[in-house]
């Protein structure tokens, strides 16, 4: 599928369009009726593992993910679903196995790729800590939305 037909197509325009952001953790899958057609998308394996992990199906991204292991962007997926799932421990694993050209625009623009990764095992301890504790989980999930979105884009933008 080219980028533009990726971009206005209903499933990509519904999970970007999605209000309130994700949950940090969430207990199911958002939109049932989404998984059929993320998996009938004609699109690179990245791509519908993402669009998965934005309608909470961490599963489906997951199976995804694994399949290409060692794909630094599908590494990056299996580092987030675990973190969703939530895993931190096995999170933080596959965060410290991965690097691509895009992490600093993710996480650390104008830093280093160390700083990146630095920054997104800070935000795997956040997530933990604020599900704990309760607090400041609205901010969290914004941050985690824009991660994911960001994420999104690039995927997309490299179909």
Request: hydrophobic share 35%.
């Amino acid at each position: 599928m080219a980028k533009p037909e990726l971009w206005s197509s209903p499933v990509v325009q519904t999970l970007f369009a999605r209000s309130p952001p994700a949950p940090l953790s969430p207990k199911g899958i958002w939109r049932q009726d989404l998984t059929a057609q993320i998996n009938q998308l004609s699109a690179n394996l990245n791509v519908r593992a993402v669009l998965h992990l934005l309608n909470d199906d961490f599963n489906a991204c997951h199976e995804l993910a694994q399949t290409q292991e060692g794909n630094p962007y599908a590494d990056h997926l299996h580092s987030i679903a675990h973190r969703r799932e939530p895993d931190y421990w096995n999170s933080k694993y596959w965060i410290a196995r991965f690097s691509h050209e895009n992490l600093l625009e993710i996480y650390s623009p104008g830093g280093t790729v160390t700083q990146a990764k630095h920054e997104m095992d800070k935000f795997v301890d956040a997530v933990q800590s604020v599900e704990i504790s309760g607090k400041g989980v609205s901010d969290h999930e914004k941050k985690q939305w824009e991660e994911m979105t960001k994420l999104a884009r690039i995927l997309i933008d490299m179909e």
